[in-house]
């Protein structure tokens, strides 16, 4: 367990839905980083908050947003979605406090698949 | 601009064989880390190493090896004595900045299967 929680592991849903993905960060961690990853793009970073605010914004679509609450915890909203927005959509959490031997540290993944 | 490239596709080799991992960067930036992670057929991302860009010095962790050398700007991985556990797709990885806590960009991967 790496400590960084994602819900749900699967999901399934038609074309056109908004679905919305969890993650608890690790215990301590102010930074949440949302990443996709897919067959055609690879893996490819999406948004990044720290402490409840927006510090960088990567390839993410405008049908795509992010939110970090006040315990820290994100979620990821996908709307209209399409086809090609199946992927596994990765959180990683971090602290730039750490020891510089820190690393990111990822969950297990989301794996969306859009039917 | 930032860029990370694993030339290598896919490898295979058989157990015990040594493998090494290719990684060649771009950046700009004079300070930055390189990771690798490991993505196992389960498809979780596994944290192997971080480097920052001031220390040149090799690692060495068990049967895994990195060296990086800036004058190629390559970060390249080693395992020795292949086992069929460290069959998965690694990928490289570089943040940019001082903390080493910005986003990463990663590499394509590299998939090794390693053959019994």
């Known amino acids: 367990d790496s400590g960084v929680t994602q819900t749900p592991k699967h999901l399934i849903t038609a074309t056109g839905q908004r679905v919305t993905l969890r993650c608890s960060p690790r215990?301590?961690?102010?930074?949440v980083y949302w990443y996709q990853q897919s067959l055609d793009q690879g893996l490819q970073f999406l948004i990044h908050y720290y402490n409840g605010e927006e510090r960088a914004k990567g390839n993410i679509l405008e049908r795509f947003s992010a939110q970090q609450f006040p315990d820290l915890h994100s979620e990821l909203n996908l709307s209209s979605l399409e086809l090609g927005d199946s992927a596994l959509y990765f959180c990683?959490?971090?602290?730039?406090?750490?020891?510089?031997?820190?690393?990111?540290?990822f969950g297990s993944g989301t794996r969306l698949t859009v039917v | 601009a930032q860029k990370v490239t694993q030339a290598q596709t896919e490898i295979s080799v058989v157990e015990k064989e040594d493998v090494t991992l290719d990684c060649v960067y771009e950046?700009?930036?004079?300070?930055?880390?390189l990771f690798w992670y490991k993505q196992p057929p389960s498809g979780e991302l596994v944290f192997l190493i971080r480097r920052n860009s001031f220390d040149e010095q090799n690692e060495i962790s068990g049967r895994y090896s990195w060296n990086f050398q800036k004058s190629t700007s390559s970060f390249n991985f080693t395992i020795t004595a292949s086992q069929v556990v460290d069959s998965a797709v690694y990928f490289c990885a570089l943040s940019e900045g001082e903390t080493g806590a910005n986003n990463l960009f990663f590499g394509t991967g590299t998939r090794l299967t390693v053959i019994p």
């Open positions: 990683a959490s971090s602290d730039p406090s750490e020891s510089i031997h820190y690393g990111y540290t």
């Open positions: 950046t700009r930036d004079t300070t930055y880390y």
């Open positions: 215990s301590g961690d102010l930074s």
